[in-house]
Nanobody, 125 residues
Framework: VQLQASGGGLVQVGGSLRLSCTRY????????VGWFRQAPGKEREFVAG????????DYGDSVKGRFTISRDNVKNTVFLQMNDLKHEDTAVYYC???????????????????WGQGTQVTVSS
């Protein structure tokens, strides 16, 4: 069972990126998925999450109104659309999945079952 995060890169302040989290080996359906990020010298923080039903999403305070999480179970992928990027968004972004939650639950803590390898996002002037 693998999760692969992709889509990171170098972008200017105010720009946009779309990250993808794809599950290989098994369906991502039935799994709540979260995005986290970790900047050098800082703790890993919750960025966004989406319930397995797709009906509920949640965001960290620093990204509300700028980031949007969505899922496409046919493509086995969860997306994180990041707009109006700022210097402080620079970090390695990780996705994680957890099976067995209630249809509307989004997990903000680290208690996920599977983690992807991370993708670097760098926001420059």
């Amino acid at each position: 069972v693998q999760l692969q995060a992709s889509g990171g890169g170098l972008v200017q302040v105010g720009g946009s990126l779309r990250l993808s989290c794809t599950r290989y080996g098994r369906t991502i359906g039935g799994n709540s998925v979260g995005w986290f990020r970790q900047a050098p010298g800082k703790e890993r923080e919750f960025v966004a999450g989406i319930s397995w039903s797709g009906y509920t999403s949640d965001y960290g305070d620093s990204v509300k109104g700028r980031f949007t999480i969505s899922r496409d179970n046919v493509k086995n992928t969860v997306f994180l659309q990041m707009n109006d990027l700022k210097h402080e968004d620079t970090a390695v972004y990780y996705c994680a999945a957890k099976y067995g939650l209630r249809p509307g639950d989004v997990l903000r803590s680290y208690e996920y079952d599977y983690w992807g390898q991370g993708t670097q996002v760098t926001v420059s002037s």
